[in-house]
């Protein structure tokens, strides 16, 4: 299949018309534009009214820290998180692109798995688009291939609402695996080439420590789909399953998880410690530039 977006450096990925350097790994920022999400739940979105300068005082220190993609999230989905109307989180959302996009050059993705949400989205300046459903929502496939843009698709078993109950895989690393291979197959068939996907195996989403930690081990096997690959082990469960910390004492073993992807191929790494995790990157990106 060829693929209409422009010629591409090795390791470069076109977001609209912003390149992407995948050559080395970079920062994805989260900003939740939510009442209830899993860490930073209230701080930019409170009594349904969005929080415009806190929000871009966030967006500001995020860009500074180098990262390459802001992450504009308007639905929860932590563990048992009550589901969003579309409506109410496309007005987060706008509201969000509203503030942020004129502003910042950063790429701009979104935390979506409405295809409403995609297309409105999209057309409002979001470059990016993170399904935490890997486009498996009735019509998302079909509103993501027509915005153009490249599209992040994650691993979850089942929905925020039960996936925690018990997860059982016979491998997980299979699993994952077979399920990437299914969902590159149909975007595929939806006129979204390979070089515009990236794969995220979903940690935390319906799967136990154990699975976590074996996932992230086992995370280079995921390369020779041929994509490159997102994390998100910020801030997240499997820390405290080791350590008995809070979401804000989380930073240090956050940093650790992602240098540790980051070594394993990781190429995009979701966080929301920019700073910190900025200066650790640094340190791995200087030591693989001096080669063997
Ligand atoms: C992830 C995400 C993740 C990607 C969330 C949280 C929960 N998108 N959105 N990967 N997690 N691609 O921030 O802890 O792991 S929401």
Known sequence: ?????PPQAAGVMFCGDKPLDLSTPQL???LNITPDSFSDGGQLYRDGELRADVLCRRAEAMVDAGVAVLDIGGEST??????????????????????IESRFDAIISLDTSSPRVITEGAAAGAAVINDVRALRRPGALEAAAAAGLPVCLMHMRGEPGDMQDQPH???VVDEVSTFF??????????????SRVLLDPGFGFGKTPEHNFTL???LGEFLVLGCPLAVGLSRKSMIASVIDRTMDQRVSASIALALMAAERGARLLRVHDVRESSDALA???????VGL
């Open 1 to 5: 299949m060829t693929s209409a977006a």
């Open 28 to 30: 994805m920022g989260v």
């Open 78 to 99: 932590r563990p048992g998180a009550t589901a969003v109307s579309e409506q109410e989180e496309l007005d987060r959302v706008l509201a969000a692109l509203a503030v």
């Open 169 to 171: 895989y016979d491998s």
């Open 181 to 194: 291979a299914e969902r590159i197959k149909a975007v595929e068939l939806a006129g979204i080439p390979r």
């Open 216 to 218: 992230l081990r086992r």
């Open 283 to 289: 340190m791995l990106t200087a030591m693989e530039q």
